[in-house]
């Protein structure tokens, strides 16, 4: 009784250090957040949008864009993006065939380590969906983007008119 109750110990001992070896060494695991500097986000302006001269200001939309640099070795990927100044922020692509274009939401994009990915128009950006207000040039929204590898940004995006765009 003594003996099988020991070894169930030891079994147990035995399946606890591998688990924490295996947590340890994290080569498989998913990537860990980066540090710093590892993650930049430049460039970041969303458009103004009047909500007097939307049709239905609850669908309204506008878009924001940023280019995203990952300086790490490690592969990310921005999943998520959020402001508590628009109901939804969606990440979309502009797909173009021919002379029309459309928008495809996106789950997520990749940063391969070492690269950086441009939001811009005619290509990625954000669809900020619903606006809980004006948002008026020469003010700012604050943006939360979260990656893959748990790093959160919280990043102050100047509000710029369309037409001065950068
Ligand atoms: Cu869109």
Redesign the pocket.
Request: glycine content about 0%; aromatic content about 0%.
């Given at each position: 009784m003594l003996k099988s109750s020991s070894t169930a110990a030891l079994r147990a001992a035995l399946v606890l250090f591998c688990l924490v070896a295996l947590v340890g060494c994290g080569g498989t695991a998913a990537p860990q957040p980066h540090d710093g500097d590892d993650l930049s986000i430049t460039s970041a302006w969303a458009a103004a949008i009047d909500l007097s001269t939307a049709v239905d200001p609850e669908a309204a939309?506008s878009?924001a864009y940023a280019d995203i640099k990952n300086s790490s070795d490690e592969d990310d990927a921005l999943i998520r993006v959020s402001s508590d100044a628009v109901r939804a922020i969606?990440i979309?692509?502009?797909v173009t065939s021919g002379n029309s274009g459309s928008?495809?939401?996106v789950e997520r994009v990749d940063l391969p380590a070492g690269s950086s990915v441009s939001l811009k128009p005619g290509g990625l950006?954000?669809?900020l969906i619903g606006p809980r207000d004006d948002l008026v040039a020469g003010t700012s929204i604050d943006v939360r983007f979260v990656f893959e590898s748990g790093s959160e940004m919280d990043m102050r995006v100047p509000v710029i008119d369309r037409a001065d765009r950068p």
């Open positions: 939309m878009v969606e979309h692509e502009t928008m495809v939401e950006h954000l669809m």
